[in-house]
């Protein structure tokens, strides 16, 4: 897929085809291709638990918040990101992409230098509206700290080679909790078990 251009991207900007609001510096957060993306100050931890492990079964609408908790920092409060410790965030701006385009979420080097990785999964579709769920990860060894209004990602565009007119449920304002207990995949799962066992497996 073809990227697209720093001129055409601030023009598809201007013409509001593409949102991403607020927008402090149109110069510095535009590149060919890429647009910064900034860390709101809303952030989704993994709570302590008893539990000896954590079953993605379990991690259903009702359940979830026996595993995760949210929390909001006051803007200038800082996040500090410890060593193998992983949260949801969320960028900052709005995002609405139309149907003909869609884009992935990279970290940045300068923080990537610095063993941050805010994405594992990375592909926002066609038609998309609300703030983007970000996975902080630390791969260094020493804490980070993050302080909200940071670009610490980039949004690259492209062009989608047909229009996409799959309607979104919900339009979030800050980080997500997973839904993996609610996916319908469990079933599945079951079904190949079942037909292995026949099988003697």
Not at 23 to 42: F, H
Not at 76 to 95: C, D, N, Q, R, Y
Not at 120 to 139: D, I, M, R, S
Not at 177 to 192: A, L, S, V, Y
Request: charged share 25%.
């Amino acid at each position: 897929m073809p990227i697209i251009g720093k001129e055409t991207l601030l023009k598809l900007l201007k013409e509001r085809e593409i949102i991403v609001s607020p927008m402090l510096n149109y110069k510095e957060q535009v590149d060919d291709g890429t647009i910064n993306i900034r860390l709101s100050n809303k952030f989704i931890v993994m709570k302590k638990t008893s539990e000896p492990l954590l079953d993605p079964r379990e991690m259903k609408k009702d359940k979830i918040k026996r595993y995760q908790s949210i929390i909001k920092l006051s803007f200038g409060e800082p996040f500090i990101l410890h060593p193998k410790e992983f949260v949801l965030a969320s960028t900052m701006e709005f995002i609405r992409l139309p149907s003909h385009k869609c884009a992935y979420v990279l970290s940045r080097s300068r923080f990537g230098r610095c063993g941050l990785i805010i994405a594992t999964a990375t592909y926002v579709h066609p038609n998309w509206k609300g703030c983007l769920t970000l996975e902080l990860v630390n791969f260094g060894d020493v804490p980070i700290k993050l302080e909200c209004g940071a670009p610490i990602g980039q949004l690259v565009i492209h062009d989608a080679t047909s229009t996409v007119q799959k309607k979104q449920k919900n339009i979030p304002t800050g980080p997500i909790f997973t839904n993996i207990g609610d996916d319908g995949d469990w079933e599945g799962i079951q079904k190949f078990r079942d037909f292995w066992k026949n099988y003697g497996l």
